[in-house]
C-alpha cells in the first residue's frame, strides 16, 4: 500500500514540474501546447490497451472487461457533472471571471487526476510483475505536459511563479485518493481485479476521448497532436519492453 501511495504522490506531484517551463519562457505556442496533449493521449491510450486491458483479458473475460470498462465511462462522466467543470478548451475564454476560472481550473485537472491515481492503486494492487512501476512511468509522462497546459493560463492570469508551481503541484494531490480506493478494491477481493484494470482503462480512454483529444485538434496543429500521439505510444511500447 505505501508502494502504491508513494509512487501516486510521486506522479501526482510532477503535473507541478510541468509548470517549471514556464517560469523561463514567456510564451508557448498553441503548435507546442497541442503536441504535448498530443503526447499525452497517446501515453494513455496505449498504456491502457498494452498494459491494463491485456492484462484484464488474461485473467477474466470479455463480458467482465466490457462491465468494467463502460462502468469507467460512466462514473468519470458522473463526477464531471457534480464537480464544478471546465473544459480544456475555455481555458483561455477571457470572459469567464478570474477567481472562478482559477477555481474551475484546479477542479478540472483533479478531476483528471483521480482516474490515473486508480489506475496506479489497481496496477500495485494487483501484484503483477512490472504493472505497477510501468503505470507509473505512464502517468508521470502523462502528468509533466498537462502540468504545463494547466499552468499556461494561470500565467496569463498574471500569477507569479511560485504560485502557478504550488497551484499545479496540489491538482495532482487527487491521485492518492484514487490509488487508496483502487488498491483497496482489487486487495479486498481477487474477482474485482479484472473489472478494476478495465475500470481504470475505461476512466482513462474518458478523459482521452472527451477532454485530450478534443483540444488538441482545436487550434488547427492536427499534425503536431497527432505527432505527439504516436511519440507517446512509441514510449510506452519502449517502456514496457524493458520491463518485460
Known amino acids: ?22 517560469i523561463f519562457i514567456r510564451n508557448i505556442s498553441h503548435a507546442w501546447k497541442d503536441g504535448l496533449i ?5 501515453v494513455m491510450v496505449a498504456v491502457s490497451f498494452l498494459a491494463l486491458l491485456t492484462e ?14 463502460i462502468f469507467g465511462f460512466l462514473v468519470i462522466a458522473l463526477i464531471e457533472r457534480l464537480v464544478p467543470h471546465l473544459e480544456l478548451g ?10 472562478r476560472r482559477m477555481i474551475l481550473i484546479v477542479s478540472a485537472i483533479a478531476l ?34 498537462e502540468g504545463l497546459i494547466v499552468a499556461a493560463p494561470l500565467k496569463e492570469m498574471g500569477l507569479p511563479g511560485w504560485k502557478i508551481l504550488l497551484i499545479t503541484a496540489a491538482t495532482g494531490l487527487t491521485m492518492p485518493i484514487g490509488t487508496l480506493i483502487g488498491f483497496w478494491m482489487v486487495t479486498w477481493t481477487e474477482a474485482v481485479l479484472v ?7 475505461g476512466a482513462m480512454l474518458y478523459v482521452v476521448s472527451h477532454e485530450l483529444l478534443p483540444e488538441s485538434h ?27
Open 218 to 244: 482545436s487550434h488547427g496543429f492536427k499534425k503536431q497532436a497527432t505527432t505527439g500521439f504516436m511519440l507517446g505510444v512509441i514510449i510506452i511500447i519502449i517502456i514496457e519492453n524493458l520491463l518485460t
Open 1 to 22: 500500500m505505501m508502494e502504491a501511495l508513494g509512487y501516486s504522490l510521486i506522479a501526482g506531484l510532477l503535473t507541478g514540474a510541468g509548470a517549471l517551463p514556464l
Open 56 to 69: 484484464a483479458l488474461e485473467i477474466g473475460g470479455v463480458f467482465q472487461i466490457i462491465i468494467g470498462l
Open 38 to 42: 498530443g503526447f499525452a493521449s497517446g
Open 195 to 201: 473489472y478494476g484494470l478495465a475500470f481504470a482503462a
Open 112 to 145: 483528471h487526476n483521480l482516474p490515473e491515481g486508480f489506475a496506479v492503486g489497481v496496477s500495485f494492487g494487483s501484484e503483477i510483475p512490472g504493472l505497477g512501476f510501468l503505470i507509473f512511468a505512464a502517468i508521470a509522462l502523462h502528468n509533466m505536459p
Open 90 to 99: 475555455e481555458l483561455g475564454d477571457a470572459t469567464i471571471k478570474v477567481k
